[in-house]
Nanobody, 127 residues
Framework: VQLAASGGGLVQAGGSLRLSCAAS????????MGWFRQATGKAREFVAA????????AYADSAKGRFTSSRIAAKNTVNLQLDSLKPEDAAVYYC?????????????????????WGQGTLVTVSQ
């Protein structure tokens, strides 16, 4: 499975960006997917996640009310809408996929739940 993230860029504080992540390869069914980010000098952290069917989402406290995760129904393509961006949101954003059949249809927030990762897309937020 290969993941390709896109949509990062430079935006002013208060602005918006829309990140996308598409899976290809051995992705013959829909899987849970998530977003993590890593700022310079910091550990990677959870941002948002969405269940394989798109019905459940989970967000980090820092993302609640500002970021929205969505997916094309039963497809391994997910979007992350970033609104009201702050300078502290600047980071490399990674998408991840949990390539296991998921009977719980859950949204997973732990890095260890995911076994495929994209290359990351850089989000820069200016004052």
């Amino acid at each position: 499975v290969q993941l390709a993230a896109s949509g990062g860029g430079l935006v002013q504080a208060g602005g918006s960006l829309r990140l996308s992540c598409a899976a290809s390869g051995r992705a013959f069914r829909a899987y849970p997917m998530g977003w993590f980010r890593q700022a310079t000098g910091k550990a990677r952290e959870f941002v948002a996640a969405i269940s394989w069917d798109g019905k459940r989402t989970a967000y980090a406290d820092s993302a609640k009310g500002r970021f929205t995760s969505s997916r094309i129904a039963a497809k391994n393509t997910v979007n992350l809408q970033l609104d009201s961006l702050k300078p502290e949101d600047a980071a490399v954003y990674y998408c991840a996929l949990k390539a296991e059949q998921d009977f719980f249809a859950a949204a997973y927030s732990r890095e260890e739940d995911y076994n495929y990762w994209g290359q990351g897309t850089l989000v820069t937020v200016s004052q």
